[in-house]
């Protein structure tokens, strides 16, 4: 697909698994505590979880409509009735607690609480009902609820009948809904994401088409689909600061992408310049007009560029103006990085309007999954960038995680890895004010169906009720969350022996075969 190769850079998806790359890179640290303070918690998104996709008056979403299509997933899989979450509140909030986790990401189903998607049309009271529950059962557990209001299941009549985000008026219906969650919930809930991984949103289903709505360039454009959401998120941050702020006295943020790129040759200006460009495109595209008022220069030079090569008499990258710069400039209260990276295809338009090629480094050990790549200094160096780039903004680090054959291979490494960093960047000076998990229970991975698992908690879905068990991590990851940190190597050695024992004994009660995650937790002690 690459028709010039200018540069190079290793791509790096911001994972966190291998020894191996680390050499001379990163210490890692074998005793250290962390700020009191700091958030620890666990992740997940509706669709992932809820099922009960057509219950109690919830409208189809743009993932109810793309799964039902065969082969559109892994296995032509659907979050149907993903794990259940939508019944099992309560238990799974148990689970939250046993962790010790003190806060929780999730997301707000849309067409849950607007069937539609358009408040004037119809508001599903059972939907508002299920999440002001699933709410107070968090905070009457200790817990604090972060709410993300768009985790990628867009209302499909939006998308059928107007276009989803390519139109601009669904800016104005999210607002909409939005404010309905504010006024609703934002009594209790403080800390507010409009978009989790916008990134996604438009590569993946307006430019590859992986994802839902699962549209291809020509069909549309990914850029406009951004712009749009670009803009919804500065309407939502203004509605919130004019309307909710002075009396609910909450943060709105956004979750961005996680890419980082290195230069493959360090001393070639080429291949840094290349890598300073794949950053711009991925962070920078939605991080610099929200703290700088418009896209990155790189970027309007090589999408204007090539647009002009297809003989086109516009770029294909939207302009703000200047009214708009002003609008969008500056809002957010707190940045989210994401941590965990969902396949990568190189395909044209968007991937190819930035000239250049993405590579890993054979030396990295092919793990699996081939997009799950780990570079744990790559996230230090992350965080640095953000900070220096955007002025330091309060960050919250969320879906961090590794699935199942990757993470109990390596479930002890993995965490101390994760958290030295983490540890690194606070000295670093980088605000980062929150760690969350990716995710509590095995669940639904978009395209990928149930074919990989995330979870904390094993699901055995082949028994009735779907019993949680705990894997190894659950336990191991308690433990630092309830020492703020790492207190000794050999009580960290003692936690990780406990965390494989508890697991053995787990596995004990499972029909073979339903435990995979002791058995190759077994075969890779470390
Ligand atoms: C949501 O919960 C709060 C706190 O318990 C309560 O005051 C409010 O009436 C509830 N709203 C709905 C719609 O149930
Ligand atoms: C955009 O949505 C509005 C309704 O909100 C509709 O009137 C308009 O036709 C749509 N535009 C396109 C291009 O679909
Ligand atoms: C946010 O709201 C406050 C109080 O209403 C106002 O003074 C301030 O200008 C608003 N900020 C922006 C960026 O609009």
Redesign the pocket.
């Known amino acids: 697909c690459f028709h010039v190769f200018k540069g190079l850079i290793k791509w790096i998806n911001l994972v966190f698994l291998y020894n191996t790359i680390l050499q001379g890179n990163v210490e890692i640290m074998t005793h250290f505590f962390l700020p009191s303070g700091l958030l620890w918690g666990v992740g997940s998104s509706a669709y992932q979880t809820e099922g009960a996709w057509d219950k109690d008056g919830k409208g189809p979403s743009i993932w109810d409509a793309f799964t039902h299509k065969k082969g559109k997933v892994f296995r032509s899989e659907t979050g149907d009735s993903a794990r259940n979450g939508y019944y099992k509140v309560k238990d799974d909030i148990q689970l939250l607690k046993e962790l010790k986790a003190n806060h929780y990401l999730l997301s707000i189903s849309w067409p849950r609480i607007m069937p539609t998607g358009i408040k004037t049309e119809q508001v599903n ?1 059972k939907g ?2 299920f999440y ?1 529950d699933t709410i ?1 059962s968090l905070l009457e557990n200790n817990i604090i609820p972060i709410v993300s209001l768009y985790h990628w299941d867009l209302p499909q009549v939006l998308q059928e009948t107007y276009g989803g985000w390519q139109n601009i008026s669904t800016m104005n219906y999210f607002n909409d809904y939005a404010n309905l969650c504010f006024e ?1 919930f934002g009594d ?1 809930v403080k800390h507010w994401i409009t978009f989790s991984d916008p990134w996604a949103v438009d590569v993946k289903g307006y430019d590859t088409g992986e994802h839902a709505p699962g549209l291809k360039p020509g069909e549309c454009s990914a850029y406009k689909a951004a712009h749009h959401i670009i803009k919804a998120h500065a309407k939502v941050w203004h509605s919130y600061n004019d309307t909710w702020h002075s009396e609910q006295q909450g943060m709105v943020g956004i979750s961005l992408t996680r890419s980082w790129g290195e230069p493959i040759d360090p001393h070639s200006q080429t291949d840094k310049a290349a890598a300073e460009r794949y950053i711009r495109f991925h962070l920078g595209w939605f991080a610099n007009p929200i703290y700088k008022g418009d896209y990155p220069e790189v970027m309007k030079n090589y999408v204007g560029k090539k647009s002009a090569q297809q003989g086109l008499g516009t770029s294909r990258l939207p302009t703000f103006s200047v009214q708009e710069k002003t609008y969008i400039k500056g809002i957010l209260d707190f940045l989210g990085i994401p941590i965990l990276l969902f396949p990568f295809l190189q395909v044209p338009s968007y991937n190819t309007d930035y000239d250049l090629a993405e590579l890993v480094d054979p030396k990295w050990p092919a793990p699996g999954p081939k997009w799950l790549y780990s570079v744990p200094w790559g996230f230090r160096r992350l965080l640095n960038f953000i900070k220096t780039q955007y002025g330091n903004p309060l960050i919250y680090v969320t879906e961090n995680g590794v699935n199942q054959i990757l993470g109990m291979t390596n479930i002890g490494n993995k965490f101390n890895r994760i958290i030295s960093i983490l540890f690194t960047a606070l000295n670093d000076g980088v605000n980062v004010k929150g760690y969350t998990a990716w995710s509590l229970l095995d669940k639904f991975e978009w395209n990928e169906g149930f074919s990989e698992r995330f979870g904390f908690y094993h699901i055995d879905f082949k028994t009735k009720n779907e019993p949680r068990h705990p894997k190894a991590s659950a336990d191991y990851y308690k433990k630092i969350i309830s020492a703020n940190g790492f207190p000794n190597p050999r009580e960290v050695d003692n936690w990780y022996r406990e965390a494989m024992d508890s697991c053995s004994t787990t596995h004990q009660h499972l029909a073979t075969g339903n435990c995979a995650f002791c058995s190759v937790l077994e075969k890779h002690i470390i």
Do not use: C, L
């Open positions: 009271e508002i009902q002001n107070n609703k209790r």
